[in-house]
């Protein structure tokens, strides 16, 4: 059984900061992209950061210079820097588990962390 598991959510105010885990169980980790997505009220989900499995990143505009993702591959884990947080920040923050292997789509969703940016 797959399993992804996010922590770290929490309110928090304009200008700090904000580190979200994501501890996964049942898959290959080291084979996986990793990523983390938000959903805010009203809007799409949309990806936030993503790292590879040869720990190639890559960031949303909107977040680039003030978020950072890595990974541990002997922990199975994948962390979300926030620093610098906005009151956009604020959404449902979701972890992601991604591995194509043709013509398989592996593809797993944690159940999501709030993170509220606000004074």
């Known amino acids: 059984q797959v399993r992804l598991v996010e922590s770290g959510g929490g309110l928090v105010q304009p200008g700090g900061s904000l580190r979200l885990s994501c501890a996964a169980s049942g898959i290959t980790f080291y084979l996986y992209t990793m990523g983390w997505y938000r959903q805010a009220p009203g809007k799409q989900r949309e990806l936030v950061a993503a790292i590879t499995s040869g720990s190639i990143t890559n960031y949303a505009d909107s977040v680039k210079g003030r978020f950072t993702i890595s990974r541990d591959n002997a922990k199975n884990t994948v962390d979300l820097q926030m620093d610098s947080l906005k009151v956009d920040d604020t959404a449902v923050y979701y972890c992601?588990?991604?591995?194509?292997?043709?013509?398989?789509?592996?593809?797993?969703w944690g159940q999501g962390t709030q993170v509220t940016v606000s004074s």
């Open positions: 992601n588990a991604l591995r194509i292997a043709p013509p398989v789509k592996f593809d797993y």
